[in-house]
């Protein structure tokens, strides 16, 4: 498999130089090294998308795809891996559809922890309705820390300024079982220029000895005006789709 | 004959729960049996009563005059002392007493003074003794006891004023919630999500018993949104899932409806009716919501909406919004509501369907495919992923690959596409009873849902009249509607709202103006006896 065989024949609607296009070329490295290392079988990964501009990516990856409701792609994708556990479900939504919209769906499955993948563009911006400004705008929003207190098992934050870390990222995401949320920090070029105040206040976080990824979790409710970027949590426990009954193979 | 007992007493108190054993203990006499139950919008005290409706022939309603009353407590005698007919029978218990009463034993241990009360109850009606004691052993399990002796004697407290006597036919008491579970089952449902909401929380709670012994997932999720959506979700990857909920809890999921109109991606909800608008009356009935069901969702596009009048039907229909559901790849209604979903009937024989029980799905591989291929029916089985073609779903208009499109002949194109499913799904609707006609006459009943067992009871006191049921409300079957209602002198329509919801549907979908109505909106049940009355005024 190879670049081409994930690309659709739609020209993509986004603006030249628009960060959502080192998203697109993050994943199909992820899922073309993913089905490479026997991790995934392309035919049983599907993705769901939100609704905005990072979510026009389902137009433009060939794979088995939900173009879903602006929120809702959690719910989604947890419907799918509920009635058929044996796919990988890979989500991507804004930081308006994820973290406003379908905020209490965030909320839930870092409880609940369905075996699905959720990336987040955040660009703070509702881009696609015109750049009003969303709740992670603020810093008082904490989207991650959210996350955490409220149980995700896998937490980890990259950056569109970083394709080949953004990608890594992604595969471990997509590899971690139960359910795991990657952010992606993105400037928006037209509404939320910050390209360079993003790369300067980002800091890689190491990956600790420690079981579960220790103390990084830490730097996450840390409020020093910092951006770190890495994995904050990896820890795995029980998904929802292994406590329920249904099992296509039984 | 019918006769009526009453049970009524606190909430916690054991009212349903005893009825609902006499209603079995009937049904093992081979007596036909219908159940109303009435309860408030709280888990203890209160005044909650059922009311039992029994005889030899076809019981389908509850009449309001009783021929016993048993009461639990002080508090339940007013409210029914006025039911109760002129020498009927009136059980009391506990440390109170009420002149010409029987009094149960066990005094203030309800366990056993509703075991005592079921025992005076089966002797007054002349129940065979040990059939009747068969059924409680069997619902009270090995912890019966002494509640077996308090049956007995109480069996003997009077002189057992009838003597009723059922006939051959094998009849299971069943209350609509059950029968829709055990349709989803049946249709193979792999995934229910939902969120709790009265009425329509029995059929989940049912769900969840079931899954203990099916491999089937029942997920309680955070709001109704996310019970749609994770509906839609489980139908996109291949196998049957529903959701349901009632009143503002479907108002929620108004969004997803379309997205199943616009992705075609099969849902199926179970809409369960009760008064409103808004919080409304939550353990009362209504028909208030058939319009708002048939609008539900922002956009045009094909859905099937059945109205189930009983338990057997409630299995019938469930079965058919399956089927429709996946075939067509539409949003598909089962609207019930509290009186069909929580009343017990009596089942004669077993659950039946016609339609088909396998998922129209395509899991082999096909050469070029495509998701929304346009062609003369408008409908081809959707792929799943794992299958070996590109499954592809979206809200966004699309191209027969479900590409994102924003042109004016591509837009056309597959909006024509999708509306042509409407005729399509018509047509083969047709074949299911959208309309059934009950007796024979040239004066004409119409109506849909719960009000059917009122209706057919009423009937047996009005000749000349024959009952018109609408089963079907979307795609409403115009021509076989029109067709029972020709050369009618007089039509007359009962629903259970304030303005004739289905009255208009009717006006517009066929052009007939009904114009003699029998509305209903106490959020209380049709009685026959009510139904008679409306019609000899009417005229
Ligand atoms: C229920 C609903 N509300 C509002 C919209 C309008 N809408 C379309 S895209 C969008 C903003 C998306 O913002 P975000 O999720 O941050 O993604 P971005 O465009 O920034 O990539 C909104 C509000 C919608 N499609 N659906």
Same mark, same amino acid.
């Given at each position: 498999?190879?670049?081409?065989?994930?690309?659709?024949?739609?020209?993509?609607?986004?603006?030249?130089?628009?960060?959502?296009? #080192?998203?697109?070329?993050?994943?199909?490295?992820?899922?073309?090294?993913?089905?490479?290392?026997?991790?995934?079988?392309?035919?049983?990964?599907?993705?769901?998308?939100?609704?905005?501009?990072?979510?026009?990516?389902?137009?433009?990856?060939?794979?088995?795809?939900?173009?879903?409701?602006?929120?809702? #792609?959690?719910?989604?994708?947890?419907?799918?891996? #509920?009635?058929?556990?044996?796919?990988?479900?890979?989500?991507?939504?804004?930081?308006?559809?994820?973290?406003?919209?379908?905020?209490?769906?965030?909320?839930?499955?870092?409880?609940?922890?369905?075996?699905?993948?959720?990336?987040?563009?955040?660009?703070? #911006?509702?881009?696609?309705?015109?750049?009003?400004?969303?709740?992670?705008?603020?810093?008082?929003?904490?989207?991650?820390?959210?996350?955490?207190?409220?149980?995700?098992?896998?937490?980890?934050?990259?950056?569109?300024?970083?394709?080949?870390?953004?990608?890594?990222?992604?595969?471990?995401?997509?590899?971690?079982?139960?359910?795991?949320?990657?952010? *992606?920090?993105?400037?928006?070029?037209?509404?939320?220029?910050?390209?360079?105040?993003?790369?300067?206040?980002?800091?890689?976080?190491?990956?600790?000895?420690?079981?579960?990824?220790?103390?990084?979790?830490?730097?996450?409710?840390?409020?020093?005006?910092?951006?770190?970027?890495? *994995?904050?949590?990896?820890?795995?426990?029980?998904?929802?789709?292994?406590?329920?009954?249904?099992?296509?193979?039984? | 004959?019918?006769?009526?007992?009453?049970?009524?007493?606190?909430?916690?108190?054991?009212?349903?729960?005893?009825?609902?054993?006499?209603?079995?203990?009937?049904?093992?006499?081979?007596?036909?049996?219908?159940?109303?139950?009435?309860?408030?919008?709280? $888990?203890?005290?209160? /005044?909650?009563?059922?009311?039992?409706?029994?005889?030899?022939?076809?019981?389908?309603? /509850?009449?309001?005059?009783?021929?016993?009353?048993?009461?639990?407590?002080?508090?339940?005698?007013?409210? /029914?002392?006025?039911?109760?007919?002129?020498?009927? %029978?009136?059980?009391?218990?506990?440390?109170?007493? @009420?002149?010409?009463?029987?009094?149960?034993?066990?005094?203030?241990?309800?366990?056993?003074?509703?075991?005592?009360?079921?025992?005076?109850?089966?002797?007054?009606?002349?129940?065979?003794? @040990?059939?009747?004691?068969?059924?409680?052993?069997?619902?009270?399990?090995?912890?019966?006891?002494?509640?077996?002796?308090?049956?007995?004697?109480?069996?003997?407290?009077?002189?057992?004023?009838?003597?009723?006597?059922?006939?051959?036919?094998?009849?299971?008491?069943?209350?609509?919630?059950?029968?829709?579970?055990? +349709?989803?089952?049946?249709?193979?449902?792999?995934?229910?999500?939902?969120?709790?909401?009265?009425?329509?929380?029995?059929?989940?709670?049912?769900?969840?018993?079931?899954?203990?012994?099916?491999?089937?997932?029942?997920?309680?999720?955070?709001? @109704?949104?996310?019970?749609?959506?994770?509906?839609?979700?489980?139908?996109?990857?291949?196998?049957?899932?529903?959701?349901?909920?009632?009143?503002?809890?479907?108002?929620?999921?108004? @969004?997803?409806?379309?997205?199943?109109?616009?992705?075609?991606?099969? %849902?199926?909800?179970? +809409?369960?009716?009760?008064?409103?608008?808004?919080?409304?009356?939550?353990?009362?009935?209504?028909?208030?919501?058939?319009?708002?069901?048939?609008?539900?969702?922002?956009?045009?596009?094909?859905?099937?909406?059945?109205?189930?009048?009983?338990?057997?039907?409630?299995?019938?229909?469930?079965?058919?919004?399956?089927?429709?559901?996946?075939?067509?790849?539409?949003?598909?209604? $089962?609207?019930?509501?509290?009186?069909?979903?929580?009343?017990?009937? &009596?089942?004669?024989?077993?659950?039946?369907?016609?339609?088909?029980?396998?998922?129209?799905?395509?899991?082999?591989?096909?050469?070029?495919?495509?998701?929304?291929?346009?062609?003369?029916?408008?409908?081809?089985?959707?792929?799943?992923?794992?299958?070996?073609?590109?499954?592809?779903?979206?809200?966004?208009? /699309?191209?027969?690959?479900?590409?994102?499109?924003?042109?004016?002949?591509?837009?056309?194109?597959?909006?024509?596409?999708?509306?042509?499913?409407?005729?399509?799904?018509?047509?083969?609707?047709?074949?299911?009873?959208?309309?059934?006609?009950?007796?024979?006459?040239?004066?004409?009943?119409?109506?849909?849902?719960?009000?059917?067992?009122?209706?057919?009871?009423? %009937?047996?006191? %009005?000749?000349?009249?024959?009952?018109?049921?609408?089963?079907?409300?979307?795609?409403?079957?115009?021509?076989?509607?029109?067709?029972?209602?020709?050369?009618?002198?007089?039509?007359? $329509?009962?629903?259970?709202?304030?303005?004739?919801?289905?009255? &208009?549907?009717?006006?517009?979908?066929?052009?007939?103006? $009904?114009?003699?109505?029998?509305?209903?909106?106490?959020?209380?049940?049709?009685?026959?006896?009510?139904?008679?009355?409306?019609?000899?005024?009417?005229?």
């Amino acid at each position: 498999m190879n670049i081409s065989d994930l690309t659709t024949g739609e020209r993509p609607t986004w603006c030249p130089g628009c960060a959502n296009f #080192v998203t697109l070329a993050a994943i199909k490295k992820a899922l073309i090294e993913l089905h490479s290392e026997g991790m995934i079988d392309i035919d049983k990964t599907v993705i769901v998308s939100d609704i905005g501009c990072g979510a026009k990516i389902y137009d433009y990856l060939n794979i088995n795809g939900f173009y879903a409701l602006h929120g809702r #792609v959690i719910p989604t994708a947890i419907g799918i891996k #509920v009635g058929n556990p044996e796919l990988n479900v890979i989500g991507f939504g804004g930081d308006g559809g994820t973290y406003d919209e379908g905020m209490s769906h965030l909320v839930h499955a870092s409880r609940t922890n369905p075996g699905i993948t959720m990336m987040v563009a955040n660009n703070r #911006v509702f881009a696609l309705t015109k750049g009003q400004s969303t709740s992670s705008d603020s810093p008082i929003t904490n989207p991650l820390s959210i996350a955490a207190v409220s149980g995700a098992g896998f937490i980890a934050r990259g950056s569109s300024t970083d394709l080949d870390h953004l990608s890594s990222l992604m595969k471990e995401a997509i590899s971690h079982k139960g359910f795991s949320l990657l952010e *992606i920090m993105q400037p928006c070029i037209i509404f939320r220029n910050d390209g360079v105040d993003i790369a300067e206040k980002m800091e890689m976080i190491a990956k600790p000895k420690e079981p579960n990824f220790g103390k990084n979790i830490d730097r996450l409710h840390t409020k020093d005006g910092r951006l770190p970027i890495g *994995i904050f949590r990896k820890e795995e426990r029980p998904s929802l789709e292994d406590l329920m009954r249904y099992d296509p193979k039984g | 004959m019918r006769r009526t007992v009453i049970f009524a007493g606190q909430a916690g108190s054991g009212v349903d729960k005893t009825a609902s054993i006499f209603a079995e203990m009937l049904a093992a006499q081979g007596l036909q049996v219908f159940i109303y139950r009435d309860y408030s919008s709280l $888990i203890r005290g209160g /005044h909650n009563f059922s009311t039992v409706t029994f005889g030899e022939g076809s019981i389908r309603s /509850h009449d309001r005059k009783a021929d016993a009353l048993v009461v639990f407590n002080k508090d339940a005698i007013d409210p /029914h002392r006025d039911s109760l007919i002129k020498g009927g %029978l009136m059980v009391t218990s506990g440390d109170y007493s @009420e002149e010409g009463a029987v009094i149960a034993s066990g005094g203030n241990n309800r366990y056993l003074a509703n075991n005592s009360s079921l025992g005076i109850i089966a002797g007054y009606f002349g129940l065979d003794k @040990e059939k009747a004691r068969r059924v409680l052993a069997e619902r009270l399990g090995p912890t019966m006891g002494s509640a077996g002796s308090a049956f007995e004697a109480g069996y003997d407290m009077t002189d057992g004023k009838y003597s009723i006597r059922g006939g051959k036919r094998a009849i299971v008491i069943m209350d609509g919630s059950e029968a829709v579970a055990r +349709a989803a089952i049946d249709m193979g449902l792999k995934a229910a999500f939902y969120y709790p909401m009265t009425p329509a929380t029995g059929v989940f709670a049912k769900l969840v018993k079931m899954s203990d012994e099916r491999p089937i997932s029942v997920v309680r999720t955070e709001d @109704e949104i996310a019970a749609a959506m994770a509906t839609i979700g489980a139908g996109f990857s291949g196998v049957r899932a529903m959701t349901g909920s009632s009143g503002g809890g479907l108002a929620l999921m108004g @969004e997803a409806v379309s997205l199943s109109g616009m992705a075609e991606v099969p %849902l199926v909800i179970y +809409a369960a009716q009760r008064t409103g608008p808004s919080t409304g009356v939550p353990t009362y009935t209504a028909q208030g919501d058939i319009k708002f069901i048939l609008s539900l969702g922002p956009g045009e596009f094909p859905k099937f909406v059945a109205m189930p009048g009983d338990a057997e039907e409630s299995y019938e229909l469930t079965a058919q919004a399956f089927y429709f559901a996946d075939k067509y790849r539409i949003p598909s209604f $089962i609207l019930s509501d509290k009186h069909v979903a929580e009343s017990y009937f &009596s089942v004669l024989g077993t659950l039946r369907t016609t339609v088909p029980k396998k998922m129209t799905v395509r899991v082999k591989p096909v050469k070029g495919y495509q998701s929304y291929k346009i062609d003369e029916s408008g409908f081809s089985p959707m792929a799943i992923p794992g299958s070996g073609n590109l499954a592809r779903a979206t809200s966004y208009e /699309h191209d027969a690959f479900g590409a994102t499109i924003e042109d004016a002949e591509a837009i056309k194109k597959m909006t024509d596409k999708r509306i042509r499913k409407s005729s399509s799904l018509a047509s083969e609707t047709a074949d299911f009873s959208p309309i059934v006609t009950y007796g024979k006459g040239s004066k004409v009943i119409v109506g849909a849902g719960s009000v059917k067992g009122a209706i057919l009871d009423a %009937l047996e006191y %009005l000749p000349g009249w024959k009952f018109v049921q609408i089963r079907h409300i979307e795609p409403f079957p115009t021509k076989a509607f029109t067709g029972s209602l020709k050369s009618a002198k007089e039509v007359v $329509i009962v629903e259970s709202n304030s303005t004739g919801l289905l009255a &208009s549907i009717i006006r517009e979908k066929t052009g007939v103006d $009904i114009k003699k109505k029998i509305l209903k909106y106490d959020g209380r049940p049709f009685a026959a006896e009510e139904i008679v009355i409306s019609i000899g005024k009417k005229r």
